[in-house]
C-alpha cells in the first residue's frame, strides 16, 4: 500500500496534470504549464552530495551537491546550509565522467572474448597461451567460428615475421581456423585452414602488404576478411554489453567509437535503447570498402536519451609504425628501404573529404606517419576551402571540426599548419610510452624529437584524449599518468629504466590531461555543456573517487580504481561488494 507521501506526490502531480491539459485560458496556459512542469520536475529530481565535488564549470569549477533530473544536471551548488555534522558523512570526491576519445567498441568486446597475446615475449609464449585458451573454448576454431586472438608482436619472435605454419602447435591445432590481430591491429597472421580459402595466387592489394606467409597487413587483410565468418547478432550484442560493463568500471561514460561499419549501425540504434547500453558513444561511420563514399548505407543518428550520436566518418591514410606501415616524408631509419605505405593518394583523400564534409559529417583521417599527417591537412585545408568560401580557414574548421586521429608523427611545418587552421588532434598518450622502447630506432632522434608524439605542443588545439582500445588498456587513468609523466603506466619507467620521463618537454599539466579526457571530447564531438562537465542540463555522468584526483600521489593513477560511475543518473557500476550488471 503506498505511503501518505506518494499518495500527496500523486495527487498533485494529477491536479498538475489536469492545469496543463485543461486550462481554458491560451494566454496564461504557457505560464502556468512551464510552472507546472517546473514544480513536476522537482518532485522527481534526485540530489547528490559529496565531499568534493569537480564540475569542469568556469562559473562554478568546485561544488558539493548537484541535483538530476531527466537524466540531466538540474541544480549545482555549494550546500552552505548543512550542519558540519552532515557534511562530514559524505563520502567520495566527484569528478565528471571520462570519455576515450578513440575506442573501438565492438572489436574491444570481442578481443574480451578472445586469445590475449599482449605481452607475450616469444613465439612459445604465443603458443601457450593459444593452447590454455583453445582448452577452455573447445569450440573455437571451426569454419563458423575462427579461434581469434589480439596483441602479437614480431619484434618479440627475434624480429622475425611468423609464418602459418607456425599455428600447428599440435595435431588438434592443425585443422583450426586462427585468426590473430597484431598488437596495433594493423595486421593479422592466420592458420593454414584459414589460407586454404584464399585464391591462389594471392591478389595484389594496393595499400597492403604480405611480408610472410600467413600475414596480411593494412588493405591486404581485406583478402582474409572476405572469407571471415560474420558473427551473430546474439555474439555481437554481448561483446558491446561485456564492453560496455568494463568500460564502466574504469569511469568511461562515454567513448568516440573510430569506425562502425554500415551494417552495425541498426544493432547499435537498436541497443542504444536498452538497460545494457551504459556507454554514450559518439560513433564514426567506416565503409564496408575502407576509404569509400556510402552516404546511402548510412544516416545521421542523435538518439532522444543521448546515448548514441553518428555523425562524422573514418578515413584511413596510412598503416602503423609498429609494422613499418606509417607514411613517411622520409624513409624509416631501421628499414631504409621503405617509407611506409599510403592506404589511399592524396587526390581519392581530398575527393572524399569533400564529399563527406559536404554530405553534412565531420570527417576524421587517421594518419600516423609525417606523410599521412600531411596528406589529411592538405585534404581538410581544401575542403574548408570550398565549405566556407567566405569565411577564414578556421572560422570554418570551427563549424566543421575536422580530426587527425592518433596526430602521432608530424612534420614541424604541418604542426604550424594545424595550429593555425585549428584541426583537432586526436591523441592516444599511451602509444608514445608503449612506442617509445622502439620509437627512436624506426625514426631516429632528430625526428622523434620534433616530431613524434606531440602532446604540450599541441594543446592549443583543444587535443582529445583516448586509448585505441583493445590495441591498449582501456583505463584512462592510464593514459592520463602517460601523458603527465611521459613514462609508462607499466612500470613507471622510461626506456632506459628512469624516472625522468621520454622526451618530457612533452608532458601536459594533471588539469590538461583530465581535459583531454572530458571538455575536449566533447568539443570535438559538438556536445559542448552535454558531456564532460557537471553543469545545469548537462548529461547527468559522474565518477566518484576515494580521494580528490588532485591530492593524489602521481603514482597511484597506475593503479587507480573508480569508487562508483553514474550515467544518466543512474549507478552503472560500483567496486564496493557485488555488483551484477544492468541487464
Not at 214 to 234: E, L, Q, R
Not at 306 to 312: A, D, F, K, R, T
Not at 355 to 384: C, M, P, S, T
Request: overall charge negative; aromatic content about 10%; charged content about 25%.
Amino acid at each position: 500500500m503506498p505511503s501518505f507521501g506518494w499518495l500527496i506526490t500523486l495527487s498533485v502531480v494529477a491536479l498538475l496534470g489536469s492545469i496543463i491539459y485543461q486550462n481554458p485560458r491560451p494566454l496564461i496556459a504557457p505560464i502556468t504549464n512551464s510552472l507546472a512542469f517546473k514544480i513536476i520536475e522537482q518532485i522527481f529530481e534526485d540530489t547528490h552530495c559529496y565531499v568534493t565535488v569537480r564540475t569542469n564549470a568556469a562559473d562554478l569549477p568546485q561544488a558539493e551537491c548537484f541535483s538530476v533530473a531527466n537524466g540531466k544536471f538540474r541544480r549545482v551548488f555549494l550546500d552552505d546550509t548543512s550542519y558540519d555534522v552532515v557534511k562530514e558523512k559524505r563520502k567520495g570526491h566527484v569528478i565528471p565522467g571520462l570519455w576515450d576519445g578513440h575506442g573501438h567498441l565492438s572489436q574491444f568486446g570481442e578481443s574480451l572474448d578472445s586469445a590475449d597475446l599482449f605481452g607475450s615475449n616469444s613465439m612459445e609464449e604465443v603458443k601457450e597461451r593459444l593452447v590454455k585458451y583453445r582448452a577452455s573454448h573447445e569450440d573455437a576454431g571451426t569454419s563458423e567460428q575462427w579461434l581469434r586472438g589480439v596483441g602479437w608482436d614480431q619484434a618479440n619472435f627475434k624480429g622475425k615475421w611468423p609464418v602459418a605454419a607456425d599455428l600447428e602447435i599440435d595435431a588438434q591445432f592443425k585443422d583450426l581456423y586462427v585468426m590473430l590481430d597484431r598488437v596495433d591491429v594493423h595486421c593479422i597472421w592466420v592458420s593454414e585452414k584459414v589460407l586454404s580459402l584464399l585464391p591462389k595466387p594471392l591478389p595484389q592489394v594496393p595499400g597492403g602488404e604480405i611480408p610472410a606467409k600467413g600475414v596480411f597487413c593494412d588493405n591486404a587483410m581485406d583478402i582474409v576478411m572476405a572469407y571471415y565468418p560474420k558473427p551473430s547478432k546474439a555474439r555481437r550484442t554481448k561483446w558491446i554489453q561485456d564492453a560496455m560493463f568494463e568500460l564502466n568500471k574504469h569511469g568511461i561514460v562515454g567513448m568516440h567509437d573510430a569506425g562502425v561499419f554500415p551494417s552495425e549501425q541498426d544493432l547499435y540504434k537498436e541497443l542504444s535503447t536498452t538497460k545494457s547500453w551504459t556507454v554514450r558513444v559518439y560513433a564514426m561511420t567506416e565503409c564496408d570498402t575502407r576509404n569509400t563514399f556510402c552516404p546511402g548505407d548510412v544516416s545521421e543518428i542523435h538518439t532522444s536519451n543521448g546515448m548514441l550520436h553518428m555523425q562524422s566518418v573514418k578515413l584511413f591514410g596510412d598503416g602503423a609504425l609498429g609494422s613499418w606501415g606509417s607514411a613517411m616524408i622520409e624513409p624509416y631509419s631501421d628499414k631504409k628501404s621503405s617509407s611506409g605505405t599510403l592506404l589511399v593518394n592524396a587526390t581519392a583523400l581530398s575527393k572524399l573529404t569533400h564529399d563527406w564534409a559536404h554530405a553534412g559529417y565531420q570527417v576524421n583521417i587517421h594518419a600516423i606517419g609525417d606523410l599521412a599527417n600531411r596528406l589529411a591537412i592538405d585534404a581538410f585545408e581544401e575542403a574548408l576551402k570550398t565549405l566556407c568560401p567566405e569565411s577564414t580557414l578556421r572560422e570554418c574548421q570551427a563549424k566543421h571540426r575536422f580530426r587527425i586521429e592518433h596526430s602521432q608523427i608530424i612534420h614541424p611545418d604541418d604542426q604550424r599548419r594545424m595550429n593555425e587552421i585549428g584541426i583537432i588532434p586526436s591523441i592516444q598518450p599511451t602509444h608514445a610510452t608503449s612506442d617509445m622502447p622502439y620509437a627512436e630506432t624506426r625514426l631516429g632522434k632528430s625526428r622523434t624529437e620534433e616530431e613524434a608524439y606531440r602532446m604540450r605542443s599541441l594543446l592549443p588545439l583543444r587535443p582529445v584524449f583516448g586509448s585505441d582500445f583493445p590495441v591498449e588498456p582501456a583505463n584512462p587513468f592510464e593514459g592520463i599518468y602517460a601523458a603527465v609523466t611521459r613514462r609508462s603506466p607499466k612500470t613507471g619507467l622510461n626506456p632506459d629504466g628512469e624516472k625522468k620521463g621520454w622526451y618530457e618537454s612533452e608532458t601536459v599539466t594533471l588539469e590538461e590531461a583530465l581535459d583531454g579526457f572530458t571538455v575536449n571530447p566533447a568539443y570535438a564531438a559538438f556536445l559542448e555543456g552535454k558531456a564532460g562537465s557537471i553543469e545545469p542540463g548537462a548529461y547527468a555522468d559522474w565518477i566518484v573517487l576515494d580521494e580528490p584526483l588532485e591530492s593524489l600521489d602521481i603514482e597511484v593513477l597506475r593503479t587507480l580504481q573508480v569508487k562508483e560511475t553514474w550515467v544518466g543518473g543512474k549507478l552503472v557500476y560500483r567496486r564496493a561488494g557485488p555488483m551484477e550488471a544492468p541487464w
